[in-house]
């Protein structure tokens, strides 16, 4: 009698963006958390510790600091 255990299932970077909804990109310049398994040089990362980074994270900086307004100060000021 064979014993079947449950297939773990983890993400990649292209679907952890898409979980999130974010840009892969945004992902990958966001300084994701360490991979929760690796297979060969391809990262996975389960839900749940997905859920746990992103909620984490201050969405109003982004991965490069605080946004600034590129608007130009009016002429004369």
């Known amino acids: 009698m064979s014993k079947h255990t449950k297939t773990l299932e983890f993400l990649s970077v292209t679907e952890a963006a898409q979980y999130l909804g974010i840009s ?28 746990e980074w992103f909620a984490a994270l201050d969405h109003k ?5 605080p946004r600034t307004s590129k608007k130009s100060s009016p002429k004369g000021a």
């Open 61 to 65: 900086t982004g991965p490069k600091g």
């Open 24 to 51: 892969r990109q945004h992902f990958t310049y966001s300084n994701p958390p360490e991979p929760t398994a690796r297979i060969g040089k391809t990262q996975g990362w389960s839900k749940e510790v997905l859920d």
